[in-house]
C-alpha cells in the first residue's frame, strides 16, 4: 500500500523530470544539426520559472480552469502507464480508460482557447482538431491490432507478455502495426511536419496565443507530459516495456532521438496534406496489421 | 554568465530566470530587424543566452524596436508594449528611437521614443552589430541584476504624462487607458 | 389495477389540459407539469413490480395485454421523467405562442402513447399506441409552420411505411400462432422455420429500423428534429426514437429469445452481421456529416442518428456486456441529447437564431446553460465522469474482448468525430467573441434553467456512481437469460481488467486540486476584457474577430465529397417517380366531371353493343 502511494506520488514527478529534460534535449539536437551551439540543457526550466514569475492575462474562469483541466487530464493518464515495472493504477481499466483521459488534455487546452476569443486561438483548435481525426485513425487500428493480439486491454499484461517471449514490434503480424505506429509518431508529438497546430508563424502560435505566464509555463508543462506519454505508449506495446526504468529511459531516447532529426530539416505540412498522409500510408499498414491479426487468431 | 551559480539562483529564482530566458517578441517595428535573422541564426547563436523569439506578446518579456518609429507604427508599438505582460524589458535599437537619427527632420517619424514607451537601453548604431547586441544583452542582465531594469514601473507610475504624449501624437487611442484605479481589472467594457 | 390507472391518468390528463386551457393559461400550465410530474411518481412508485392485465374488448377475440416488468419499468421512467422535464421548459419556452392548448395536449398525448408502448403486453396495443404516437409527433413537428411541414410530412411518409411493415409481420403472426400476446409468443415461436423468423425479423426490422433512424431509413430525422419545437425536439431525440430501440429489444430477445437469436448464425450475412454492421455505419456517417452543419438543431439532429448507431451496436451484438452497454447507452443518451436540446432552445429563445455562423461569445451572458451545455458535450464525447463513459466503455470492451476488431474500430473513430462536432457547436454558441447585436441577451429564465440544472446533474451522478442504472440493467439482463454482471456501486468488476470509476474520479480530483495548487503560486493574473486580444498591433475590429463559418475548412475540403447524403436523393427520387406515375394516372381522372360521365356513358354503350352482340346475359 505504501509503495503504491509512493508510487502514485513519484510517477508524475519522474515523467515530468523526464519530459523537461526531453524538451531540452530537443533543443540542444536541433541546434547541434543547424551547426549552433544551443542553449543549456536546463533551459525549459529557466523558462518555466520566468514564466511562474511573470504576470499574465485571464479572460475568465473557463480560461483558467481550462489548463488546469488539461493538465490534470495528462498527470492522470501517467498515472495509468507503466513506467519500468511500475504502474500506479494498474487494474482501473487499462488502454481504454487511457484513450479516453487522454482526450481531456486537448479537450481542456481548448476550452481554455476558446475563451480567449480570438480568431488564431479557434484556427489553431480547429487544425489541432482536424490532425488528432487524422491521426487517431492509424493510432486506433494500431492500438486495436495489440489489443486483439493480446487479448487484454491491460497494458502491464501486454508489457509482462513481451518480457516473456519477445519484443511486439519483431513479430510477425505487428510490426505492421508498430511501423505505423512509428509514422505517426511525430503527429502525436507536434513535431515537424505535423506542427500545424501551433504555427509560429501562420497563426501565432494557435492555441497558446493568449496564453502568458502561468499558463504558459502550464501548457509548456503538459507539451512535456505529452511527450512522455506517447513515447512511453509506445515503448510499452511494442519496444516491451522494461524491468526497470533506466531501460525504458534509453528506450524512449531512442524513439524519440529520430523524430528529433526529422524535425529538425523538414518543412511544415498543410492540415489537409498531413491528414491525407496520416489516412494513406500508415492507415494501411495498420489496417493490414489488424487484418492480419484477426485472421492469424490472436 | 553566471546561469550555473545554485547559490544565485537560490537567494532570486526571479531574477536569475528573468535574466536567462528572455523572449523577444517578433515584432519587426523598422529597418533594423534586418541584424536580428543573423542574431538568432547560427552565426551569431542568440539561443545560447536563452533568446528566442515569441510569437505574440502575451508570452514575450523583451521588446526590442528596431528602427525608426513612424507614427503609424508608434500605435501598433504602444499596443505591442501594453499587452505585454510584466515585468517586461524594452531596447531601442539603432538611433532612430533615441532621437530620430537618420530621420531627424522628417515629418513623420518619433523623434524620442522614451516619451511614449519607457526604454531601458539603448543600442546606438545605424544598424548596431550582433555584437553590439550580445553586449547590450549583457548590459540588459547588469541592469536586471540591480534592479535597475524598471521601465515598466516607471510607465505604471507615470501613465498620465505618458498617455498623454501618446494622444498628443496619435489623436484620439482607441482603446481604454491602462492604469486609471485598480491593477485587477485592466479597462472597463 | 394500477397500470392502467397510469395510463387513464396519463391520457386523461392530457385532455383535461386541453379543456383547462380553454379557461386560463396559466392553469393549464400547472395542470400540464402537475401531470408529468404526477406520472414520475407514479412510475417511480411501481418500481419492481411485475404485472400482467389481460383486458377484453371483443376484438376478433383477442385479449389486450397490459405489462409490467424492469424493462418496461426502465424505460418508463425515463419517459417520464424527460417528459416532465420538457413539460418544464416548455413553460417559458411557449410563452407567447399561439395553438399553445394544442401544444400542451399533443405533448401530454405523446408522453402518455410511449408510455402505452412500453406498458404494451401484446402486438395490437403496441400498435395502437405507436400509431398514436406517430401521428401526434408529426402534429407537432408542423407546429411551426414553413419548412415544418415538409419535414412533417416526410417523416409520416417515412414512419407510415414502418407501420405498414409492422402490420404485414404483426398479420402474419397471428395467421400462423393463433395469438398476439407478447408471452405466449415467446415460446411458440422458437418452433418455427428459419425462413419464417427471417421474415418476421425483416419487416420488424424494417419498421424498428425507420423508427431507430439506423442507416438507409434515417433521412426523415434531420429535418424533423430541426424543425420542431425544441423541447419537443429534446422529447423526439430523446425517447421517440428509442422507442424503436425498445421494440428491437422486444422482438429480439423477448419474442424470439436468447437462444433463437444467437442460434441465427453469426457468419458473413446473418442478419446479427448486418444489423451490426449497419449500426457501425451509422456511428461513421451522420457523425462525419455533423461536423459540417451550420444550423446547432440540425448538428445535434445528425449527432442523434450517430448515437443511435451506438445502441444498435450495442443491442445486436449479443454479449451481457453489449446489451447492458446498448441500453445503458439509450438511457445517457436520453438525458445528455435533451440537455443540448434544451440548451440550444434556449439560446434560441433570447438570441433568436440557431445558426452557428453567427453567434458566439454567449458563456458569460447565459451561464447556467453554458455550464449545462459543456456537461452535456462531455457526455456526449464521453469524457470519464459522465454516465456517457460507462456506456461506450462497456461496449469498447465487449467488442474488442470478442475480437470484431473493426467494429470496435469504427465506434472508437465515432467517439473522435463527436469531439469534433461538440467542440464547434460549443464554441461557436458559447465560447469567442460576442456580436454587437447579441450584446443585450439576457439569462435563461428560470423555468429552462431548471430542466438543464437537473440533468446536468443526473449526468454526472450516474457517471461517478452508475451502478444504480447498472442494478437495473443487470435485472433486465438476467431476464433475458443473459448471465449477470458483477455491479458495484462504482462500476463493473470482472476478472478481465475492472472499470473503477471511483478510482478514477479520486485521481482526477487530487491531481486537480495538485494542478490547481501549483497554479495559485504563480503570479496573479490581470483580468482583461474581451476586446483586448492579440491582434498584430490593432485594436481588435468590432464583430469581425471570430471564426466560426466553416469552422473545419481544411476537413471540409477533403470528406465533402464523400458524404453526399444518397439516402436522401433516392428517397426523393422514388417520391418523385410515384409522383409522375400519378401524373400519368391524371391524364385519365382528371377531376372533371366532364371525363367521368363521358367514360361511364362509353362504358354502357360497351355493354349494350356486347349484349346485343353476343348476348351472354
Known amino acids: 500500500?505504501?509503495?503504491?502511494?509512493?508510487?502514485?506520488?513519484?510517477?508524475?514527478?519522474?515523467?515530468?523530470?523526464?519530459?523537461?529534460?526531453?524538451?531540452?534535449?530537443?533543443?540542444?539536437?536541433?541546434?547541434?544539426?543547424?551547426?549552433?551551439?544551443?542553449?543549456?540543457?536546463?533551459?525549459?526550466?529557466?523558462?518555466?520559472?520566468?514564466?511562474?514569475?511573470?504576470?499574465?492575462?485571464?479572460?475568465?474562469?473557463?480560461?483558467?480552469?481550462?489548463?488546469?483541466?488539461?493538465?490534470?487530464?495528462?498527470?492522470?493518464?501517467?498515472?495509468?502507464?507503466?513506467?519500468?515495472?511500475?504502474?500506479?493504477?494498474?487494474?482501473?481499466?487499462?488502454?481504454?480508460?487511457?484513450?479516453?483521459?487522454?482526450?481531456?488534455?486537448?479537450?481542456?487546452?481548448?476550452?481554455?482557447?476558446?475563451?480567449?476569443?480570438?480568431?488564431?486561438?479557434?484556427?489553431?483548435?480547429?487544425?489541432?482538431?482536424?490532425?488528432?481525426?487524422?491521426?487517431?485513425?492509424?493510432?486506433l487500428l494500431v492500438l486495436l491490432a495489440v489489443m486483439t493480439r493480446y487479448k487484454t486491454i491491460s497494458i502491464m499484461e501486454v508489457v509482462n507478455?513481451?518480457?516473456?517471449?519477445?519484443?511486439?514490434?519483431?513479430?510477425?503480424?505487428?510490426?505492421?502495426?508498430?511501423?505505423?505506429?512509428?509514422?505517426?509518431?511525430?503527429?502525436?508529438?507536434?513535431?515537424?511536419?505535423?506542427?500545424?497546430?501551433?504555427?509560429?508563424?501562420?497563426?501565432?502560435?494557435?492555441?497558446?496565443?493568449?496564453?502568458?505566464?502561468?499558463?504558459?509555463?502550464?501548457?509548456?508543462?503538459?507539451?512535456?507530459?505529452?511527450?512522455?506519454?506517447?513515447?512511453?505508449?509506445?515503448?510499452?506495446?511494442?519496444?516491451?516495456?522494461?524491468?526497470?526504468?533506466?531501460?525504458?529511459?534509453v528506450k524512449m531516447l531512442v524513439v524519440f532521438v529520430p523524430g528529433l532529426f526529422i524535425h529538425a530539416v523538414f518543412p511544415r505540412f498543410r492540415v489537409e496534406q498531413a491528414v491525407k498522409y496520416l489516412w494513406k500510408w500508415p492507415t494501411l499498414l495498420a489496417f493490414l496489421g489488424l487484418i492480419m491479426t484477426m485472421v492469424i487468431g490472436g | 554568465?553566471?546561469?550555473?551559480?545554485?547559490?544565485?539562483?537560490?537567494?532570486?529564482?526571479?531574477?536569475?530566470?528573468?535574466?536567462?530566458?528572455?523572449?523577444?517578441?517578433?515584432?519587426?517595428?523598422?529597418?533594423?530587424?534586418?541584424?536580428?535573422?543573423?542574431?538568432?541564426?547560427?552565426?551569431?547563436?542568440?539561443?545560447?543566452?536563452?533568446?528566442?523569439?515569441?510569437?505574440?506578446?502575451?508570452?514575450?518579456?523583451?521588446?526590442?524596436?528596431?528602427?525608426?518609429?513612424?507614427?503609424?507604427?508608434?500605435?501598433?508599438?504602444?499596443?505591442?508594449?501594453?499587452?505585454?505582460?510584466?515585468?517586461?524589458?524594452?531596447?531601442?535599437?539603432?538611433?532612430?528611437?533615441?532621437?530620430?537619427?537618420?530621420?531627424?527632420?522628417?515629418?513623420?517619424?518619433?523623434?524620442?521614443?522614451?516619451?511614449?514607451?519607457?526604454?531601458?537601453?539603448?543600442?546606438?548604431?545605424?544598424?548596431?552589430?550582433?555584437?553590439?547586441i550580445f553586449i547590450a544583452v549583457t548590459h540588459l542582465w547588469t541592469l536586471i541584476e540591480k534592479d535597475m531594469a524598471n521601465g515598466y514601473i516607471r510607465y505604471k507610475d507615470n501613465y498620465e504624462s505618458y498617455r498623454s504624449n501618446q494622444e498628443m501624437a496619435l489623436g484620439k487611442l482607441e482603446w481604454p487607458p491602462l492604469y486609471p484605479a485598480s491593477d485587477e481589472h485592466r479597462g472597463g467594457e | 389495477m394500477t397500470v392502467e390507472i397510469l395510463l387513464i391518468v396519463a391520457f386523461g390528463g392530457a385532455v383535461?389540459?386541453?379543456?383547462?386551457?380553454?379557461?386560463?393559461?396559466k392553469g393549464r400550465d400547472c395542470f400540464a407539469v402537475f401531470i408529468s410530474l404526477a406520472l414520475v411518481a407514479f412510475v417511480a412508485c411501481l418500481y419492481g413490480r411485475s404485472v400482467e392485465r389481460t383486458f377484453y374488448f371483443g376484438f376478433f377475440g383477442i385479449g389486450l395485454v397490459l405489462r409490467l416488468n424492469m424493462l418496461s419499468w426502465f424505460f418508463a421512467i425515463t419517459i417520464s421523467s424527460l417528459g416532465a422535464l420538457c413539460t418544464i421548459f416548455s413553460l417559458s419556452y411557449m410563452k407567447d405562442r399561439e395553438r399553445t392548448d394544442f401544444y400542451y395536449l399533443m405533448m401530454l398525448v405523446v408522453n402518455a402513447a410511449m408510455l402505452g408502448i412500453v406498458l404494451a403486453g401484446d402486438l395490437v396495443s403496441f400498435y395502437v399506441f405507436w400509431e398514436v404516437m406517430s401521428w401526434s409527433a408529426f402534429l407537432l413537428i408542423s407546429y411551426n409552420k414553413g419548412p415544418a411541414l415538409a419535414a412533417g410530412m416526410k417523416y409520416i411518409v417515412m414512419s407510415v411505411t414502418g407501420s405498414v411493415c409492422f402490420l404485414v409481420g404483426m398479420l402474419s403472426l397471428y395467421v400462423f400462432f393463433d395469438t398476439l400476446n407478447i408471452s405466449e409468443l415467446a415460446p411458440a415461436i422458437s418452433s418455427a422455420s428459419g425462413g419464417y423468423i427471417l421474415f418476421i425479423l425483416t419487416a420488424f426490422g424494417i419498421a424498428f429500423g425507420i423508427k431507430n433512424a439506423v442507416l438507409p431509413f434515417h433521412a426523415w430525422l434531420p429535418d424533423a428534429h430541426s424543425e420542431a419545437p425544441a423541447p419537443f425536439s429534446a422529447v423526439l431525440s430523446g425517447i421517440l426514437i428509442k422507442m424503436g430501440t425498445y421494440g428491437f429489444l422486444l422482438l429480439l430477445y423477448v419474442i424470439l429469445g436468447l437462444k433463437v437469436f444467437l442460434g441465427l448464425g453469426r457468419g458473413l450475412l446473418s442478419y446479427h452481421s448486418i444489423l451490426c454492421f449497419l449500426g457501425a455505419v451509422t456511428i461513421i456517417v451522420p457523425t462525419f456529416i455533423a461536423m459540417l452543419q451550420t444550423d446547432a438543431k440540425r448538428l445535434l439532429a445528425w449527432s442523434t442518428v450517430g448515437q443511435a448507431g451506438?445502441?444498435?451496436?450495442?443491442?445486436?451484438?449479443?454479449?451481457?456486456?453489449?446489451?447492458?452497454?446498448?441500453?445503458?447507452?439509450?438511457?445517457?443518451?436520453?438525458?445528455?441529447?435533451?440537455?443540448?436540446?434544451?440548451?440550444?432552445?434556449?439560446?434560441?429563445?433570447?438570441?433568436?437564431?440557431?445558426?452557428?455562423?453567427?453567434?458566439?461569445?454567449?458563456?458569460?451572458?447565459?451561464?447556467?446553460?453554458?455550464?449545462?451545455?459543456?456537461?452535456?458535450?462531455?457526455?456526449?464525447?464521453?469524457?470519464?465522469?459522465?454516465g456517457g463513459f460507462v456506456s461506450k466503455w462497456l461496449i469498447y470492451k465487449t467488442l474488442i474482448l470478442e475480437g470484431s476488431g473493426f467494429l470496435a474500430f469504427f465506434a472508437l473513430v465515432g467517439t473522435w468525430g463527436t469531439?469534433?462536432?461538440?467542440?464547434?457547436?460549443?464554441?461557436?454558441?458559447?465560447?469567442?467573441?460576442?456580436?454587437?447585436?447579441?450584446?443585450?441577451?439576457?439569462?435563461?429564465?428560470?423555468?429552462?434553467?431548471?430542466?438543464?440544472?437537473?440533468?446536468?446533474?443526473?449526468?454526472?451522478?450516474?457517471?461517478?456512481?452508475?451502478?444504480?442504472?447498472?442494478?437495473?440493467?443487470?435485472?433486465?439482463?438476467?431476464?433475458?437469460?443473459?448471465?449477470?454482471?458483477?455491479?458495484?456501486?462504482?462500476?463493473?468488476?470482472?476478472?478481465t481488467g475492472a472499470l473503477?470509476?471511483?478510482?478514477?474520479?479520486?485521481?482526477?480530483?487530487?491531481?486537480?486540486?495538485?494542478?490547481?495548487?501549483?497554479?495559485?503560486?504563480?503570479?496573479?493574473?490581470?483580468?482583461?476584457?474581451?476586446?483586448?486580444?492579440?491582434?498584430?498591433?490593432?485594436?481588435?475590429?468590432?464583430?469581425?474577430?471570430?471564426?466560426?463559418?466553416?469552422?473545419?475548412?481544411?476537413?471540409?475540403?477533403?470528406?465533402?465529397?464523400?458524404?453526399?447524403?444518397?439516402?436522401?436523393?433516392?428517397?426523393?427520387?422514388?417520391?418523385?417517380?410515384?409522383?409522375?406515375c400519378a401524373g400519368i394516372l391524371r391524364r385519365i381522372y382528371t377531376g372533371d366531371v366532364g371525363?367521368?360521365?363521358?367514360?361511364?356513358?362509353?362504358?354502357?354503350?360497351?355493354?349494350?353493343?356486347?349484349?346485343?352482340?353476343w348476348k351472354p346475359w
Request: with cysteine.
Open chain 3, 16 to 25: 383535461l389540459s386541453y379543456l383547462l386551457g380553454k379557461t386560463s393559461d
Open chain 1, 1 to 139: 500500500m505504501v509503495t503504491k502511494v509512493m508510487q502514485i506520488i513519484f510517477s508524475p514527478v519522474l515523467a515530468l523530470v523526464v519530459g523537461v529534460f526531453f524538451l531540452g534535449l530537443a533543443r540542444k539536437i536541433i541546434a547541434r544539426i543547424h551547426w549552433r551551439w544551443g542553449p543549456p540543457l536546463v533551459q525549459p526550466v529557466i523558462d518555466i520559472v520566468r514564466l511562474f514569475y511573470q504576470k499574465s492575462v485571464s479572460h475568465g474562469l473557463v480560461f483558467d480552469l481550462g489548463i488546469i483541466l488539461s493538465l490534470a487530464g495528462s498527470i492522470v493518464v501517467v498515472l495509468f502507464l507503466p513506467f519500468g515495472r511500475w504502474c500506479p493504477l494498474d487494474g482501473s481499466g487499462g488502454l481504454l480508460v487511457i484513450l479516453y483521459i487522454m482526450l481531456l488534455a486537448p479537450l481542456g487546452m481548448a476550452l481554455s482557447g476558446g475563451e480567449g476569443a480570438n480568431p488564431n486561438i479557434s484556427i489553431g483548435i480547429s487544425r489541432k482538431l482536424i490532425l488528432s481525426l487524422g491521426y487517431e485513425v492509424p493510432l
Open chain 3, 310 to 386: 451506438y445502441i444498435i451496436l450495442g443491442i445486436a451484438f449479443g454479449t451481457n456486456l453489449a446489451l447492458a452497454g446498448g441500453i445503458f447507452h439509450f438511457f445517457n443518451h436520453a438525458l445528455f441529447k435533451a440537455l443540448l436540446f434544451l440548451a440550444v432552445g434556449a439560446v434560441e429563445f433570447r438570441a433568436g437564431t440557431r445558426n452557428l455562423d453567427s453567434l458566439g461569445g454567449l458563456a458569460k451572458k447565459m451561464p447556467v446553460v453554458f455550464i449545462g451545455a459543456l456537461v452535456g458535450i462531455c457526455a456526449l464525447i464521453g469524457v470519464p465522469l459522465t
Open chain 2, 1 to 132: 554568465m553566471d546561469r550555473n551559480q545554485i547559490t544565485k539562483w537560490l537567494k532570486a529564482p526571479a531574477k536569475m530566470a528573468n535574466k536567462y530566458s528572455l523572449h523577444a517578441i517578433y515584432f519587426c517595428t523598422g529597418c533594423g530587424i534586418i541584424e536580428v535573422p543573423p542574431v538568432i541564426t547560427a552565426r551569431w547563436d542568440a539561443e545560447r543566452f536563452g533568446i528566442i523569439p515569441a510569437a505574440t506578446p502575451r508570452q514575450a518579456n523583451l521588446f526590442l524596436i528596431t528602427g525608426y518609429v513612424s507614427v503609424k507604427t508608434l500605435r501598433a508599438i504602444i499596443r505591442t508594449y501594453e499587452q505585454m505582460p510584466e515585468p517586461k524589458y524594452t531596447v531601442g535599437f539603432g538611433s532612430c528611437p533615441i532621437n530620430g537619427g537618420m530621420y531627424w527632420d522628417s515629418y513623420n517619424t518619433i523623434k524620442h521614443l522614451d516619451k511614449y514607451i519607457p526604454i531601458d537601453g539603448w543600442i546606438a548604431g545605424c544598424m548596431p552589430r550582433p555584437e553590439a
Open chain 3, 595 to 613: 371525363f367521368y360521365v363521358t367514360y361511364i356513358i362509353l362504358f354502357l354503350a360497351f355493354l349494350i353493343f356486347v349484349q346485343l352482340k
Open chain 1, 161 to 249: 507478455v513481451q518480457q516473456g517471449t519477445s519484443w511486439s514490434i519483431i513479430s510477425f503480424p505487428l510490426v505492421l502495426s508498430g511501423v505505423s505506429y512509428f509514422l505517426i509518431l511525430p503527429a502525436i508529438l507536434g513535431l515537424r511536419p505535423f506542427d500545424v497546430s501551433s504555427a509560429p508563424q501562420e497563426i501565432s502560435s494557435g492555441l497558446m496565443a493568449e496564453y502568458g505566464g502561468k499558463y504558459l509555463a502550464l501548457a509548456t508543462i503538459e507539451h512535456a507530459f505529452v511527450l512522455f506519454i506517447s513515447i512511453a505508449l509506445f515503448v510499452n506495446m511494442f519496444l516491451g516495456g522494461a524491468a526497470n526504468p533506466i531501460i525504458f529511459f
Open chain 3, 500 to 580: 473503477n470509476t471511483i478510482n478514477i474520479f479520486f485521481a482526477v480530483l487530487i491531481v486537480g486540486i495538485v494542478v490547481w495548487l501549483l497554479f495559485c503560486s504563480g503570479a496573479k493574473s490581470v483580468s482583461v476584457r474581451q476586446q483586448d486580444s492579440y491582434a498584430a498591433g490593432a485594436h481588435t475590429p468590432v464583430d469581425k474577430y471570430h471564426y466560426t463559418a466553416e469552422f473545419y475548412n481544411p476537413l471540409y475540403r477533403m470528406i465533402k465529397p464523400f458524404l453526399r447524403d444518397v439516402t436522401d436523393e433516392i428517397y426523393y427520387g422514388i417520391a418523385f417517380f410515384l409522383r409522375s
Open chain 3, 419 to 495: 469531439i469534433l462536432y461538440s467542440y464547434k457547436l460549443i464554441h461557436n454558441v458559447f465560447l469567442g467573441q460576442l456580436p454587437e447585436r447579441h450584446r443585450t441577451v439576457e439569462k435563461a429564465p428560470f423555468s429552462m434553467q431548471l430542466p438543464v440544472v437537473v440533468l446536468s446533474v443526473a449526468i454526472l451522478l450516474f457517471g461517478i456512481l452508475p451502478g444504480i442504472p447498472l442494478k437495473v440493467i443487470n435485472a433486465i439482463g438476467t431476464s433475458f437469460g443473459f448471465e449477470p454482471l458483477n455491479v458495484t456501486l462504482w462500476g463493473i468488476a470482472s476478472e
